[in-house]
T-cell receptor
Framework: GESVGLHLPTLSVQEGDNSIINCAYSNSASDYFIWYKQESGKGPQFIIDIRSNMDKRQGQRVTVLLNKTVKHLSLQIAATQPGDSAVYFCAETSNSGYSTLTFGKGTMLLVSP | DSGVTQTPKHLITATGQRVTLRCSPRSGDLSVYWYQQSLDQGLQFLIQYYNGEERAKGNILERFSAQQFPDLHSELNLSSLELGDSALYFC?????????????FGDGTRLSIL
């Protein structure tokens, strides 16, 4: 698939703030999107996913928004905590043929107490 | 804990050598995926197996090969190692055959080529 990119390589916030991590994708055929969190020394951890028939999906303290018109995806983290500090990846794929998950480069989120 | 187990956690070897990385998927998952993560390339998909059969191939070098065994564990074999092969290698698993579902990752094997 085509590459998925991130606008901000590093995001610094204060504890308690809301964080927004953005992701642009270029493959208009993509219909499944997923966010992962990767802490130092660990593998990517699934956070939340969304399919293209939805605009918004909420989890515990996280919300993913999908704007198919401008091919944009965002992850909102409410009341950010120091434990949220990590690298966040968006990834996309389509439900066609042998499509595989394509990851963006990642955004580092730094949360200060 | 994702339920995906990778061994070994660290591997140090020399150029020209061959290594085998092992992955045990989550219970019930039939798909296994291998990824390479390096500083300059991010997470790159290498190969997927589903229920013992190769399903999809990404940017996997000819020096690399993989297989999935009847008990569903998988091995990634890297041969004629080069300095540029130093990276983190992740295994992920999912229940179904298609990529449009969450993949659950192990904590990786860090490969260092000296």
């Amino acid at each position: 698939g085509e590459s998925v990119g991130l606008h901000l390589p590093t995001l610094s916030v204060q504890e308690g703030d809301n964080s927004i991590i953005n992701c642009a994708y270029s493959n208009s055929a993509s219909d499944y999107f997923i966010w992962y969190k990767q802490e130092s020394g660990k593998g990517p951890q699934f956070i939340i996913d969304i399919r293209s028939n939805m605009d918004k999906r909420q989890g515990q303290r996280v919300t993913v928004l999908l704007n198919k018109t401008v091919k944009h995806l965002s992850l909102q983290i409410a009341a950010t905590q120091p434990g949220d500090s990590a690298v966040y990846f968006c990834a996309e794929t389509s439900n066609s043929g042998y499509s595989t998950l394509t990851f963006g480069k990642g955004t580092m989120l730094l949360v200060s107490p | 804990d994702s339920g995906v187990t990778q061994t070994p956690k660290h591997l140090i070897t020399a150029t020209g050598q061959r290594v085998t990385l092992r992955c045990s998927p989550r219970s019930g998952d039939l798909s296994v995926y291998w990824y390479q993560q390096s500083l300059d390339q991010g997470l790159q998909f290498l190969i997927q197996y589903y229920n013992g059969e190769e399903r999809a191939k990404g940017n996997i070098l000819e020096r690399f090969s993989a297989q999935q065994f009847p008990d569903l564990h998988s091995e990634l074999n890297l041969s004629s190692l080069e300095l540029g092969d130093s990276a983190l290698y992740f295994c992920a698993s999912s229940m179904g055959i298609n990529s449009n579902q969450p993949q659950h990752f192990g904590d990786g094997t860090r490969l260092s080529i000296l």
